[in-house]
């Protein structure tokens, strides 16, 4: 699913996408002070003398630590990273499986269990509320109360959207686009993803179905609509089906 969201950009927008990499590398990385003004001058240097920054202004070592500052705000004590970050991640979901919306938390008797490392994910992002779908985990750490959080990034997002977040309330499998033969299947309170049409933001956000008005489908596919009413803020809004999706196993 495309998924568009409008992001509030830090104040300084100087480094190139290299320099935020090699930044981010360093984070979860770096065995040094990354606060340190000697650090921090080495890195500015190290930028400011690359070929990449060719005609553009120089990087000042306070740019550098306000960056790394704003990402250590609130930051555990424990972070670890790894090329198999992936697979790390997938043993943490196993752990800490996201809470079902209803029913029983045991797999139907019979039912193969999915390889976790081989699904696809999306995560709720905590600078909007709303769902976006998991390129890749590049590393998790555990909080002081004992909780999980892995830190990802969007498709179709840079490194600079890159998130920390909780791997028992924020990461799931990824939900499904509805077909017109699923509409039978859709019920009054029923939990979906819907995406929310706005004229400054297109995201996808839970929620859940207050009433329905079946009608007849034609060669267009369903007709149906579909009155939801969104988790974040208890707005309402009728859609038809294909803003709509579900959860897998539906």
């Not at 995560?123 to 590049?138: E, H, I």
Request: aromatic share 8%; charged share 35%.
């Amino acid at each position: 699913m495309d998924r568009l969201r409008p992001r509030q950009r830090s104040v300084f927008t100087g480094f190139t996408k290299a320099e935020l990499e090699k930044m981010e590398k360093l984070l979860v990385e770096s065995k040094d002070d990354l606060l340190s003004k000697e650090f921090c001058q080495k890195i500015a240097k190290s930028f400011s003398c690359s070929a990449g920054r060719a005609g553009k202004p120089v990087v000042k070592w306070t740019e550098v630590q306000s960056w790394f500052q704003s990402r250590q705000q609130d930051r555990p004590t424990k972070v670890t990273s790894s090329t198999n970050e992936s697979k790390k991640v997938s043993d943490l979901l196993d752990a800490c499986p996201p809470i079902k919306e209803h029913g029983s938390s045991q797999e139907p008797r019979g039912e193969k269990v999915p390889d976790v490392s081989e699904m696809e994910f999306e995560a709720r992002s905590s600078k909007d509320g709303a769902w976006y779908d998991v390129d890749m985990f590049l590393a998790h750490r555990f909080l002081d109360c004992g909780e999980a959080e892995v830190r990802v990034r969007f498709v179709g997002f840079g490194a600079d959207e890159d998130e920390w977040v909780n791997v028992k309330n924020a990461v799931r499998e990824r939900s499904v686009p509805l077909e017109p033969s699923d509409c039978h299947k859709l019920k009054v309170g029923g939990h979906v993803l819907c995406f929310q049409e706005r004229r400054d933001q297109a995201i996808h956000y839970d929620a859940h179905i207050a009433e329905i008005h079946r009608r007849m489908h034609d060669i267009r596919g369903c007709r149906c609509l579909f009155l939801v009413r969104y988790n974040h803020d208890n707005t309402e809004e009728r859609v038809r089906l294909r803003r709509l999706c579900c959860r897998p196993k539906f």
